[in-house]
T-cell receptor
């Protein structure tokens, strides 16, 4: 069964450094998402992406964050200048919903980001 | 705005016990409802879904029925196994937007 893959599984970065989290969505999916889960807390929506542009973003997704689909397969999340509070598990997801909310999103295994 | 509330955990059960994890939602319109499961060290896996009122989602012995009158989507399983130990998340998405809203998650531990 096709799956969403994320790399690396664990990223350790110094505060203030830039970090790029990478995702390969399921190949025929059209919508891509990033979520984060701070340890012990709920999964929070960050951003959705369709047709090479952001379709929705949450209040968490401020100017420090950006997303990009640099080629036909990768979908990246960049944090420009990391803060301690960015430490979390980051999940990528994709769906083939063509804008309909009734299709499930398929999640990767996540990247654990630790900011020192 | 849309939101999901699920019962606080952790929940500890003995093998073969009956499981209920409560989930209620607040949403405009007619959301789709999902249960995701997160096994230790892994990502979120779709467990089941329901897209309209009175639909029942089912998978691996788990069931949940979309109840519009009570705005609920409770997860049930008649006989849990040790391998069901995980964190369970209730979630919803609206018809016309793409962000999925998750509950806080309920950690289930099943003891032999």
């Amino acid at each position: 069964e096709p799956e969403v893959t994320q790399t690396p599984s664990h990223q350790v970065t110094q505060m203030g450094q830039e970090v790029i989290l990478r995702c390969v969505p399921i190949s025929n999916h059209l919508y891509f998402y990033w979520y984060r889960q701070i340890l012990g807390q709920k999964v929070e929506f960050l951003v959705s992406f369709y047709n090479n542009e952001i379709s929705e973003k949450s209040e968490i997704f401020d100017d420090q964050f950006s997303v990009e689909r640099p080629d036909g397969s990768n979908f990246t999340l960049k944090i420009r200048s990391t803060k301690l509070e960015d430490s979390a598990m980051y999940f990528c997801a994709s769906s083939d919903n063509r804008g309909l909310g009734n299709q499930p999103q398929h999640f990767g295994d996540g990247t654990r980001l630790s900011i020192l | 705005g849309n939101s999901v509330t699920q019962m606080e955990g952790p929940v500890t059960l003995s093998e073969e016990a009956f499981l209920t994890i409560n989930c209620t939602y607040t949403a405009t319109g007619y959301p789709s409802l999902f249960w995701y499961v997160q096994y230790p060290g892994e990502g979120l896996q779709l467990l089941l879904k329901a897209t309209k009122a009175d639909d029942k989602g089912s998978n691996k012995g788990f069931e949940a029925t979309y109840r519009k009158e009570t705005t609920s989507f409770h997860l049930e399983k008649g006989s849990v196994q040790v391998s069901d130990s995980a964190v369970y998340f209730c979630a919803l998405s609206s018809y016309n937007n793409n962000d999925m809203r998750f509950g806080a998650g309920t950690r289930l531990t099943v003891k032999p």
